[in-house]
């Protein structure tokens, strides 16, 4: 499924969309260049699952955790109270998430994003979905991959949420 995004709000408001597609448990690497609208999709998700504050890029600490204060209820009736979002953009060796304790973060009880996932590649677990955005002149461009039963779900689920 590939899609345009005219602007920022259409990638906020997608990422609306795909946090009511969601479970606890999904791991989501997220592809694209500088720029290109990565953690305002996350700003998107986290906004839709009723977070309030600040959504930064966690560019220089690796991994932003969020603790959404009221357990908010996903659309396969789960509830979600963390989802991580890591950037491993400056990372220089795969076995520093090893270092951090990334492993403690990928839960069944969480959501985790990954931005520059090929940076941690051999120690990240495998995704349910793959999403790539892309420069597509004055806009993006979005691309979902499925990539486990699960993210054939959600996948799909979000296709449908877009055809209304």
């Known amino acids: 499924m590939s899609i345009i995004l005219p602007n920022e709000a259409a ?25 290109a609208g990565k953690t305002t999709l996350v700003r998107g998700v986290l906004q839709a699952l009723g977070h309030q504050g600040k959504v930064k890029s966690p560019t220089y600490t690796l991994v932003e955790p969020y603790t959404l204060k009221e357990p908010y209820t996903l659309s396969s009736d789960h ?10 953009y400056r990372m220089h060796e795969p076995e520093e998430l ?26 990240l677990p495998n995704a349910d979905l793959i999403l790539e955005l892309s420069y597509h002149e004055e806009a993006r461009s979005f691309l979902v991959k499925a990539n486990s039963l699960l993210g054939e779900e959600i996948a ?7 055809k209304q």
């Open 156 to 162: 799909a689920k979000l296709q449908l949420s877009l």
């Open 11 to 35: 990638t906020i408001e997608l990422g609306g969309k795909l946090a009511q597609q969601l479970t606890k448990g999904t791991v989501i690497f997220l592809n694209g260049e500088l720029g």
């Open 98 to 123: 090893e270092y951090m304790g990334a492993r403690d973060y990928f839960t069944p009880d969480a959501i985790c994003f990954i931005e520059w996932p090929e940076k941690g590649k051999g120690w």
């Open 79 to 88: 509830s979600l109270k963390m989802l991580y979002h890591f950037d491993l």
